[in-house]
């Protein structure tokens, strides 16, 4: 039995499914609008292609899903690359959902043909501390930010 149990987790802590796991259970409370357990997936230093830190980030998904109820977020052919406690996951994402911005927001989104990546860095303790510290798509502007 303690065979097993360490074969699953040796399965289970490995670097690429980590990362992978990271970012679908991102996504995910995103979706849920659970913003205390997106917030600990984002680590302090947290910055962006549009020069947002974790506070900004935070407060714009908020205001970003506070206009998509029942938002559904899908992620079509995740790669995941890894190196030197670092992890890259980039999908082409897509948005769906109701409410009176629901089409501005996914026409925005949809129509990106370039994927997103979500940067991830390990912590020091633990195989399943990964910490969000980045998020990029060269095509997705932001009036007003940098790209």
Partial sequence: MALVAGIYLNRLWQVERQVGLH???LLRHIEKKNWKRV???IRADYQDQWGHDRTVVLERLREV???LPNARIEA???VVRTHSG???WSAKITINGTGEYADLIEARVNSLEEPFELDW???ATWPWDWKLVAVRNPAFEIAGYGR
Avoid: K
């Fill in 86 to 88: 670092r992890g890259q």
């Fill in 121 to 123: 860095q390990r912590g």
């Fill in 39 to 41: 917030g600990e997936f």
């Fill in 76 to 78: 079509a052919d995740p």
């Fill in 23 to 25: 970012s679908t259970h």
């Fill in 65 to 67: 899903f506070r206009a």
